[in-house]
């Protein structure tokens, strides 16, 4: 198994390593996961699922949580939205 996973957040390449979470992934590119109705930015909170403030689209499907998934090889990750 490798060592690292690289996933693209809003097409960027960010590298992780192996068994982090897709939050981790949204972190380290200095983004956030998404923006809240009146336009604030939200981030993970709980980082156990319970939130859901780390809603991010992952491989086209939107409103997953960050926190619960881990990073896959060439994963595509949107977020800020
Ligand atoms: S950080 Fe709370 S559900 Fe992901």
């Known amino acids: 198994m490798p060592e690292n996973v690289t996933v693209y957040v809003n097409d960027l390449p960010v590298t992780v390593p192996t068994g982090a979470t897709v939050a981790v992934a949204v972190m380290l590119s200095s983004n956030v996961c ?9 981030a ?8 859901f403030e780390c809603r991010v689209e ?10 619960q998934v881990a990073c896959e090889p060439q994963m595509k990750i949107k977020v800020g939205r």
Not at 34 to 42: A, K, L, M, Y
Not at 44 to 51: I, S, V
Not at 58 to 67: M, T, Y
């Open 34 to 42: 998404r923006t809240s109705v009146s336009g604030e930015p939200r």
């Open 44 to 51: 993970p909170l709980c980082a156990m699922g319970a939130c």
């Open 58 to 67: 992952i491989n086209e499907v939107r409103h997953l949580r960050s926190c």
